[in-house]
């Protein structure tokens, strides 16, 4: 009889662990290689001379996020990163490769046929630039480090242990107006995708994602550098601060609102090229705006699109209201780093790096 009780103990311990990994949560894991025949646009009459067709390729590491602790809040979304590699056509343009991360979600589902959108940043080294001596038919780059951005509708197929993936997409490479000229590279293009299945990824215990309808204020340092005269180059720092209200509507998205306050001397350098920029006064460098926006949060990454009216500026040589994209990243509850482009009419103001802290 204990003999008995004893093997009927082991049978249920037994069973109780096929259980509970059976409920275990995973996601399946792939490594990808797709292909991307595009066409760099002459997209301003200065760089008619570099239009082309180019052919990029891609090899990326992604993993679905069905069951993390925030990815049912989306529609099967997957996150991923990996290398590219750009031939940009010509032998002014060169080449592109660099590093980027991605995240994909779904739009709609045809009956196994899914219709994704992806978008995907990160930086690249063009092996080209304009040069005033060697290259100056290349109107379009001045500086070998840009950053690099995707965006893409794709139809994905859903094999056994692979998939295959196809669509539209567009490619935008630039500098943030870092250094001059700076119209950068626009390449309409169509991905073709193949993924292989790696294996799945268990989830251990989940960290639930923060109440929503809850608000929080953060501050934010930043800090910039621009130029503004290609046949004067100077170089321009700015800096500022930044003040922001969250207000959660859902759990991983949030309305965006506040302050920002920046000094920027291009003011005075464009009514005046020859004055002493040093002797410029707070309000002749000050601009002051209203700000507000939306974002997207995955796990700790925040997707963060504004728009900003200027309250004050001390002349009239950028437009009067600004656009800002980019990335907020949370290393923990309270403190945050910052990379979001600022934008007039989608000309480049300049690139703002930032450290936040939220109480």
Same mark, same amino acid.
């Given at each position: 009889?204990?003999?008995?009780?004893?093997?009927?103990?082991?049978?249920?311990?037994?069973?109780?662990?096929?259980?509970?990994? =059976?409920?275990?949560?995973?996601?399946?894991?792939?490594? !990808?290689?797709?292909?991307?025949?595009?066409?760099?646009?002459?997209?301003?009459?200065?760089?008619?001379?570099?239009?082309?067709?180019? @052919?990029?390729?891609?090899?990326?590491?992604? %993993?679905? %996020?069905?069951?993390? !602790? $925030?990815?049912?809040?989306?529609?099967?979304?997957?996150? /991923?990163?990996?290398?590219?590699?750009?031939?940009?056509?010509? #032998?002014? @343009?060169?080449?592109?490769? &660099?590093?980027?991360?991605?995240?994909?979600?779904?739009?709609?589902?045809?009956?196994?046929?899914?219709?994704?959108?992806?978008?995907? /940043? /990160?930086?690249?080294?063009?092996?080209?630039?304009?040069?005033?001596?060697?290259?100056?038919?290349?109107?379009?780059?001045?500086?070998?480090?840009?950053? *690099?951005?995707?965006? =893409?509708?794709?139809?994905?197929?859903?094999? #056994?242990?692979?998939?295959?993936?196809?669509?539209?997409?567009? *490619?935008?490479?630039?500098? +943030?107006?870092?250094?001059?000229?700076?119209?950068?590279?626009?390449?309409?293009?169509?991905?073709?995708?193949? /993924?292989?299945?790696?294996?799945?990824?268990? !989830?251990?215990?989940?960290? +639930?994602?923060?109440?929503?309808?809850?608000?929080? $204020?953060?501050?934010?340092?930043?800090?910039?550098?621009?130029?503004?005269?290609?046949?004067?180059?100077?170089?321009?720092?700015?800096? &500022?601060?930044?003040?922001?209200?969250?207000?959660?509507?859902?759990?991983?998205?949030? $309305?965006?609102?506040?302050?920002?306050?920046?000094?920027?001397?291009?003011?005075?350098?464009?009514?005046?090229?020859? %004055?002493?920029?040093?002797?410029?006064?707070?309000?002749?460098? *000050?601009?002051?705006?209203?700000?507000?926006?939306?974002? $997207?949060?995955?796990?700790?990454?925040?997707?963060?699109? #504004?728009?900003?009216?200027?309250?004050?500026?001390?002349?009239?040589?950028?437009?009067?209201?600004?656009?800002?994209?980019?990335?907020?990243?949370?290393?923990?509850?309270?403190?945050? &780093?910052?990379?979001?482009?600022?934008?007039?009419?989608?000309?480049?103001?300049?690139? #703002?790096?930032?450290? &936040?802290?939220?109480?």
């Amino acid at each position: 009889m204990v003999l008995l009780v004893s093997k009927l103990r082991r049978f249920l311990l037994f069973s109780l662990v096929l259980f509970s990994i =059976g409920l275990q949560a995973q996601d399946k894991r792939f490594l !990808y290689v797709s292909v991307t025949p595009g066409f760099l646009l002459s997209h301003r009459a200065d760089i008619k001379n570099l239009a082309s067709h180019n @052919t990029g390729v891609e090899v990326s590491f992604e %993993q679905e %996020q069905n069951n993390s !602790y $925030w990815g049912d809040y989306y529609s099967e979304p997957t996150i /991923g990163f990996g290398l590219l590699y750009y031939n940009l056509g010509k #032998e002014s @343009t060169g080449n592109a490769i &660099g590093g980027t991360a991605h995240i994909k979600l779904q739009v709609a589902d045809f009956s196994g046929l899914q219709l994704n959108f992806r978008m995907a /940043g /990160g930086l690249a080294y063009l092996t080209k630039k304009f040069d005033l001596q060697d290259n100056r038919r290349n109107q379009a780059v001045g500086s070998h480090i840009n950053g *690099s951005m995707q965006f =893409g509708l794709v139809l994905l197929k859903r094999f #056994e242990t692979s998939y295959i993936e196809l669509g539209p997409s567009i *490619s935008h490479y630039s500098n +943030a107006a870092f250094k001059l000229p700076n119209l950068g590279y626009n390449i309409p293009s169509f991905t073709f995708r193949f /993924g292989k299945e790696l294996g799945l990824v268990k !989830y251990g215990t989940q960290k +639930a994602v923060a109440n929503a309808d809850l608000i929080s $204020w953060r501050a934010t340092a930043i800090y910039g550098k621009k130029q503004l005269n290609i046949s004067d180059p100077l170089d321009f720092t700015n800096f &500022g601060l930044q003040i922001r209200g969250l207000y959660q509507v859902k759990s991983v998205r949030s $309305w965006r609102f506040g302050l920002d306050y920046t000094r920027d001397k291009t003011y005075g350098f464009s009514e005046n090229p020859q %004055q002493d920029l040093e002797s410029l006064s707070v309000g002749e460098t *000050s601009e002051v705006a209203v700000a507000g926006g939306f974002h $997207w949060s995955f796990g700790k990454t925040d997707v963060v699109a #504004e728009l900003g009216a200027y309250v004050y500026r001390p002349y009239t040589s950028k437009s009067p209201i600004s656009q800002r994209i980019g990335i907020v990243y949370r290393f923990t509850d309270h403190l945050s &780093g910052q990379g979001t482009l600022k934008f007039h009419n989608g000309v480049a103001d300049f690139f #703002e790096w930032g450290v &936040g802290y939220t109480l």
